[in-house]
């Protein structure tokens, strides 16, 4: 794996873990979460392990669902 590709996959993890650090702390499940952007609870695991890259679509609505914004989903990335 090249040094570009690894520090992207690395995002990507920060990405999901911001996702579920701030999902978790509004006491959401992942099930929740899903219902609210019309996406299935896998692809928010995926998500959060860092498995899928989501849209800035996805993103954006992500954000909405947990009454953030899309820089909180981002921070430290």
């Known amino acids: 794996m090249n040094k570009d590709k690894s520090r992207h996959l690395n995002s990507y ?3 999901g873990m911001n996702i579920r650090n701030i999902r978790t ?3 959401l499940s992942q099930e929740e979460l899903a219902f609210r ?3 299935a ?3 928010i695991g995926c998500i959060e392990r860092g498995e899928k890259f989501p849209s800035l ?5 992500i ?3 947990l ?3 899309v820089q909180d989903l981002v ?3």
Do not use: H, T, V
């Open 13 to 15: 993890k920060k990405l």
């Open 25 to 27: 702390n509004k006491k």
């Open 37 to 39: 952007i019309s996406s």
């Open 41 to 43: 609870r896998n692809y």
């Open 57 to 61: 679509a996805i993103l954006m609505d």
């Open 63 to 65: 954000a909405s669902a």
């Open 67 to 69: 009454n953030c914004k």
């Open 75 to 77: 921070l430290d990335i």
